[in-house]
T-cell receptor
Framework: NAGVTQTPKFRVLKTGQSMTLLCAQD?????MYWYRQDPGMGLRLIHY???????AKGEVPDGYNVSRLKKQNFLLGLESAAPSQTSVYFC????????????FGSGTRLTVV | RKEVEQDPGPFNVPEGATVAFNCTYS??????FFWYRQDCRKEPKLLMS???SGNEDGRFTAQLNRASQYISLLIRDSKLSDSATYLC???????????FGSGTQLTVLP
């Protein structure tokens, strides 16, 4: 009963480096989401996907790209990391259109120095 | 006005107390609402869903006031283990993606 799995759990990047965060869910959920959480800012939506092969921008998409080539996986990429991207990143998945709660992964703590 | 607003607290209450949090939302068309619990350095976990006037689960009661556009979470007989941050969430947009409040921090004191 893995649910939503995020890798890695922790990462330190230097400014300008790139990386990919992986989110995998085994619940056959159609919808997947990437949020970032910063102190005092709450959870803010970066990108989301309503099904395999689809992606859409959320509230704070700049500096990030995503892909959903397989239904169970949702990848978040940082092409050129900046200190402002230091945050905790949460992936979530859901059955459908906001009528069901999300299941979250355990998060990735990213520090950009 | 923010889409979803919560009093950040902190709320410090003794064990056994009853405590209530409110969450206001701006989209009057919202149909469903959620309360999440988030422990320190952990992921949010779904606590309750609210689809009509309210919902009750043991010591927890969530109520919806559509006229004033807020949802509330009532915790009765507080336990030390209830200490956490409580987030409310409201769907918005074409895919009904959730918008979260900043959370209310609760500490239950022995």
């Amino acid at each position: 009963n893995a649910g939503v799995t995020q890798t890695p759990k922790f990462r330190v990047l230097k400014t300008g480096q790139s990386m990919t965060l992986l989110c995998a869910q085994d619940m056959n959920h159609e919808y997947m989401y990437w949020y970032r959480q910063d102190p005092g800012m709450g959870l803010r939506l970066i990108h989301y996907s309503v099904g395999e092969g689809t992606t859409a921008k959320g509230e704070v998409p700049d500096g990030y790209n995503v892909s959903r080539l397989k239904k169970q996986n949702f990848l978040l990429g940082l092409e050129s990391a900046a200190p402002s991207q230091t945050s905790v990143y949460f992936c979530a998945s859901s059955h459908g259109r906001g009528y069901y709660g999300y299941t979250f992964g355990s998060g990735t703590r990213l520090t950009v120095v | 006005r923010k889409e979803v607003e919560q009093d950040p607290g902190p709320f410090n209450v003794p064990e056994g107390a009853t405590v209530a949090f409110n969450c206001t939302y701006s989209n009057s068309a919202s149909q469903s609402f959620f309360w999440y619990r988030q422990d320190c350095r952990k992921e949010p976990k779904l606590l309750m869903s609210v689809y009509s006037s309210g919902n009750e689960d043991g010591r927890f009661t969530a109520q919806l006031n559509r006229a004033s556009q807020y949802i509330s979470l009532l915790i009765r007989d507080s336990k030390l283990s209830d200490s956490a941050t409580y987030l409310c969430a409201v769907p918005r947009g074409s895919a009904r993606q959730l918008t979260f409040g900043s959370g209310t921090q609760l500490t239950v004191l022995p």
